[in-house]
T-cell receptor, first 114, second 113 residues
Framework: EAGVAQSPRYKIIEKRQSVAFWCNPI?????LYWYQQILGQGPKLLIQFQNNGVVDDSQLPKDRFSAERLKGVDSTLKIQPAKLEDSAVYLC????????????FGEGSRLTVL | GDSVTQMEGPVTLSEEAFLTINCTYT??????LFWYVQYPGEGLQLLLK?????DKGSNKGFEATYRKETTSFHLEKGSVQVSDSAVYFC????????????FGPGTSLSVIP
């Protein structure tokens, strides 16, 4: 079974530029999450999708971050314009089991903003 | 709001030493509790879980018991190996599809031969 796929693995941009990250969850997983992991900290939820609907985006900085999950499968997270403090690893996770909430993570996309 | 607190790292142990990583939580209701592990260069993966009070989760020699009276879920292993070097994250979830999984800050473990 293929795992959660993310791309790109690494991205370096200048502040005020834009960037997009892509995630393809495990087939059949209805719930998809984007987390931000700043160095030395635990993952922080940015947005949670159930199929193609947003369940929780309360911690998404909506003035610069956006995310979509068209057709309820893969998802894109965009940052525009980027700030220095956006430097982090962006993790995508998915789950099929809504009771136990076991998350399956991708390897992450590491963003460096200069 | 709901939160997870872990002991600060990094933790450095010799091979075959006993490991304890403390985790306490604050949450309303009856959350499920998890330990995730992140090996160098890899994504997070579930290590073990417990879904109700007094449950013990176990995997790969690691154990953790859900203690509601002390709101704790401490991770233990009797004899660590070099291959256990990783970052360990304690997490909680209310266990419904609409409740997010909240992670602690992580504890880095290094095991030296």
């Amino acid at each position: 079974e293929a795992g959660v796929a993310q791309s790109p693995r690494y991205k370096i941009i200048e502040k005020r530029q834009s960037v997009a990250f892509w995630c393809n969850p495990i087939s059949g997983h209805a719930t998809l999450y984007w987390y931000q992991q700043i160095l030395g900290q635990g993952p922080k939820l940015l947005i949670q999708f159930q199929n193609n609907g947003v369940v929780d985006d309360s911690q998404l900085p909506k003035d610069r971050f956006s995310a979509e999950r068209l057709k309820g499968v893969d998802s894109t997270l965009k940052i525009q314009p980027a700030k220095l403090e956006d430097s982090a690893v962006y993790l995508c996770a998915s789950t099929i089991n809504q009771v136990t909430q076991e998350l399956f993570f991708g390897e992450g996309s590491r963003l460096t903003v200069l | 709001g709901d939160s997870v607190t872990q002991m600060e790292g990094p933790v450095t142990l010799s091979e075959e030493a006993f490991l304890t990583i403390n985790c306490t939580y604050t949450a309303t209701g009856y959350p499920s509790l998890f330990w995730y592990v992140q090996y160098p260069g890899e994504g997070l993966q579930l290590l073990l879980k417990a879904t109700k009070a007094d449950d013990k989760g176990s995997n790969k020699g690691f154990e953790a018991t859900y203690r509601k009276e002390t709101t704790s879920f401490h991770l233990e292993k009797g004899s660590v190996q070099v291959s256990d070097s990783a970052v360990y994250f304690c997490a909680l979830s209310k266990g419904t599809s609409y409740d997010k999984v909240i992670f602690g800050p992580g504890t880095s473990l290094s095991v030296i031969p």
